[in-house]
């Protein structure tokens, strides 16, 4: 052999040992590999690993056979780029997958030259990028979603008249609406940050926002409030505040967040409406006391009424009026209550000799029940006894309007510890469970009581009394046979 056919052959060793070390690298790695022609009109072929079909013939509409038809001009345009400065060809692109859903590559191709320096072939590789562009499409998605919940809750909590905020746990404002900053005259930047002295509360109130706040950090729940305080534009307001805790995902309180609503108008209304109440039941009773006198005035001077018909016209007269009056003082009562005029006068008497007198009078004024009123030792107790007869007076009446007549009620009263129990029970139609704990709510009546007359003034005012008292009133116990209604005074 001489040395030109030895060198050669010792080229044509090495391309074929290179060759031998390029098949391998294709073989081993995991990316799709192809080749293209010089031009791109054809793919000489292509290893799909799983991930494409496979093509082993030269292929001339391989766009179509392979890309997503969203993303044709893209690739047309990218490799047109490549071809143009003969410079490495990359794209993520779109692609029809061999199981025919659409997945996502990166794909690079760099050309071959040959020994002229013109490019023969291009050489590809491209790898599967669909699960990393899912993920980063459902998070620009997410992060659209995001944007879009907070301009919706900006606007939300701009637009409105209430103060909206959120407090960290070391009292500062995180949050701040823009009603909360207008009434402040701050901007953001001057009041977010901040605490409630540095954002102009006086001592007594920030001291008392905080406590809550600490409550509410204790106790995981919202806390309500009534403040009134002056305001530098518009005197004196009063405001409803509440504040909410706000959990991370551990459930553990991260901040606190409040609302707050300017009620002065519905107060001022509210105020209006009671000293009407109180005017007018005070200029109705007035005149009805007068008449109830005459009446009984009437009555005592003539007891031995010889005409039955005039006696029976007399005694439901003053009957109506006692009933009239009993009603009115409830209004009375309420117009008190509800200005903080209604003053609980405590003075020490029996209980015993107290119930014996209430009893007499329940029995003339109604006169189509049986009442049962158990005897009991004299007790003392220190109480509003007008007050405390209105109570046990409104609890009878009650029991008398909600139930038959000719059906039983009974009063009780007992001694348990430093407690004295009053139990008023009726056969009558009893109250819906659910509804037991409105009862005591201001004009709260009953949704089956449309034919029975009523204010639903008269629980939430006994309440008030008996709570005045240091006592308890609730309902103990209430079925379709009859209710019990109980109260407590300390002895
Ligand atoms: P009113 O009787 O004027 O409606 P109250 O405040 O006295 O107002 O009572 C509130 C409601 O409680 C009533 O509307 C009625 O539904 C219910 N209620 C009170 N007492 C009784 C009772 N003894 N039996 C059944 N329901 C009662």
Redesign the pocket.
Known sequence: MNSLTEDKYASKKAIAANEERFRALITATSDIVYIMSADWRDMKQLEGRDFLADTNEPLADWIAKYIHPLDHDQVRTAVEEARRANKIFQLEHRVLRADGSIGWTLSRAVPILDHEGKVREWFGAASDITEAKRAEESLKLTKELTEQQKRVYETIANSTPDLMYVFDLQYNFIYANEALLSMWGKNWDDAIGKGLLENGYEPWHAEMHQREIDHVRATKTAIRGEVSFPHALFGKRVYDYIFTPILNDKGEVEAVAGTTRDITEIKQNEQRKNDFIGMVSHELKTPLTSLTAYLQLMEKSNPAQEDPMTKKILEQSIKQSRRMTNMINGFLNLARLESGKMFIEKEPFDFATFLQEIAEETRMLYTQHRFAFSEMAPVNINGDMGKLAQVIN?LIG??V???NLGTQITISATIEGDQLKIIVS?E????PQE?ISK?FDRF???QN?NLIA???????VCREIIEGHGGKIWVEQ?TGHG?T?CFTLPV
């Open positions: 409104n009650n029991a309007k909600y139930s009726d009558g139609t009893g109250i509804e009862l709260y009546r009953g009581n009523g204010f639903g003034i008269g629980l939430y209430s209710s209604f």
